[in-house]
């Protein structure tokens, strides 16, 4: 690739909101995708050592901040206050990412309350959107999370998701856990539930 293209691929994804697909790429810069992906491979080479990095997200390229800096770059954002998500808000968000396309009431059904209100405030966002409605009776809607959802996580693909494998306890801390919420103890754990029997008479 020539200088000038160079550097205007360097432009682009400066000020690019989102990012940017290679096929894009190449239509703006009239070059094959072969060669722009290799020309964005030459350019996250020459980041080593800086503070910003290229990396491919959500189907495109965007220039981010380099992980080692990461404690720096939060503090920055903590610094300006952002508005965040609510509790309730990432529970219905992590739903909708692992079970989508999904309806309210099966989310309902998953979080044991109404979430209208929080797929709202989750759509105003831009994170999840209506995608298509179920065939079965009463045509619900269904949700599904967004490409902004992607990119604010920082994923190419849904694919990139962390396994839920690597959320769920394994048995014995979940039957600790059960037996703690009953107010009981875990099976083989000292005396058995239920009254203690009489002592022996002298």
Excluded: W
């Amino acid at each position: 690739m020539d200088p000038e293209r160079s550097r205007a691929l360097e432009a682009i994804l400066m000020v690019a909101a989102e990012p940017a697909p290679p096929q894009l790429l190449a239509q703006l810069l009239e070059i094959s995708t072969a060669e722009v992906e290799a020309a964005l491979v030459r350019l996250a080479d020459s980041c080593e050592g800086r503070g910003f990095v290229v990396e491919r997200v959500s189907g495109g390229y965007r220039f981010a901040s380099h992980p080692a800096c990461a404690a720096y770059v939060e503090r920055f954002v903590l610094a300006r206050e952002p508005a965040r998500l609510s509790g309730a808000a990432l529970e219905t968000l992590a739903i909708i990412a692992y079970k989508q396309p999904v309806s309210r009431t099966q989310i309902a059904a998953v979080r044991g309350v109404n979430v209208d209100g929080v797929v709202r405030t989750l759509q105003r966002r831009g994170l999840v959107d209506a995608v298509a409605r179920d065939p079965g009776p009463g045509n619900a809607v269904l949700f599904a999370t967004t490409r902004l959802f992607l990119e604010r996580l920082g994923l190419d693909t849904l694919a990139d998701l962390p396994p839920l494998g690597d959320f769920v306890p394994d048995a014995e801390v979940s039957e600790s856990l059960e037996a703690s919420l009953r107010g009981g103890r875990p099976s083989g754990a000292g005396a058995p539930d239920g009254p203690s029997a009489p002592p022996p008479p002298p």
